[in-house]
């Protein structure tokens, strides 16, 4: 079993930068891939970027590529997402996600077994 607490978002401008956070408790943090995916108001979750459980394979969908940037500690069992240069239309509640598995990198949200409770990112224009 994974829990997984979100932190950081907030209100930021366009052109400003987050960093979110993801603790997770358990002990098997270090054997899951882990994602971040996002939910703007009206839209279905989308898929943002994973990283394998050693961290050394990322993935990102196109419209954050070059901005966002995915990492892990697995000493301190927490994920981040750093996210430069930020736009209106990032704005969206951010979810990070566990996969049992270690080595896929899925953008698929049913890949995933556990789930944060969300982080609410608001870019203003």
């Known amino acids: 079993q994974v829990q997984l607490v979100e932190s950081g978002g907030g209100l930021v401008q366009a052109g400003g930068s987050l960093r979110l956070s993801c603790a997770a408790s358990g002990r098997t943090f270090s054997r899951n891939a882990m994602g971040w995916f996002r939910q703007a108001p009206g839209k279905e979750r989308e898929f943002v970027a994973t990283?394998?459980?050693?961290?050394?394979?990322?993935y990102y969908t196109d419209s954050v590529k070059g901005r966002f940037t995915i990492s892990r500690d697995n000493a301190r069992n927490t994920v981040y997402l750093q996210m430069n240069s930020l736009k209106p239309e990032d704005t969206a509640v951010f979810y990070c996600?566990?996969?049992?598995?270690?080595?896929?990198?899925?953008?698929?949200?049913?890949?995933?077994?556990?789930w944060g409770q969300g982080t609410q990112v608001t870019v203003s224009s």
């Open positions: 990283i394998t459980c050693s961290g050394g394979s990322t």
């Open positions: 996600a566990a996969d049992d598995r270690c080595s896929v990198l899925s953008a698929t949200p049913t890949s995933y077994a556990y």
